[in-house]
Nanobody, 121 residues
């Protein structure tokens, strides 16, 4: 079992920045950040392996950066140049299985409760 706790959400004006954190209760091999805007489907934001390999949603490259601190079992999502379109609930996901994390398609087994991000114009 893995418990995930997100923090760092909040309200910011357009152009501002926020950093989300996701603390895991134990070591995990991969992390992911997802978001869901009101009335829209959940979408992937970024993923990172414990050894550092990252992926990003194409539309967010250059503004969002995912990172992790393996010693702290914590992942981060740095979000810059935020726009109102970035408003939504942001979810952290992770998995402790190397097999799951190294597979052709990431299917995270554990999810956080979400952190609200609101960007005003």
């Amino acid at each position: 079992q893995v418990q995930l706790a997100e923090s760092g959400g909040g309200s910011v004006q357009a152009g501002g920045s926020l950093r989300l954190s996701c603390a895991a209760s134990r070591h995990v091999w991969c992390w992911g950040w997802f978001r869901q805007a009101p009335g829209k489907e959940r979408e992937g934001v970024a993923t990172i392996m414990s050894y550092g390999t990252t992926t990003y949603a194409e539309s967010l490259k250059g503004r969002f950066t995912i990172s992790r601190d393996v010693a702290k079992n914590t992942a981060y999502l740095q979000m810059n140049s935020l726009t109102p379109e970035d408003t939504g609930m942001y979810y952290c996901a992770a998995d402790p299985s190397f097999g799951v994390c190294s597979g052709p398609e990431l299917r995270f087994g554990y999810w956080g409760h979400g952190a609200q991000v609101t960007v005003s114009s």
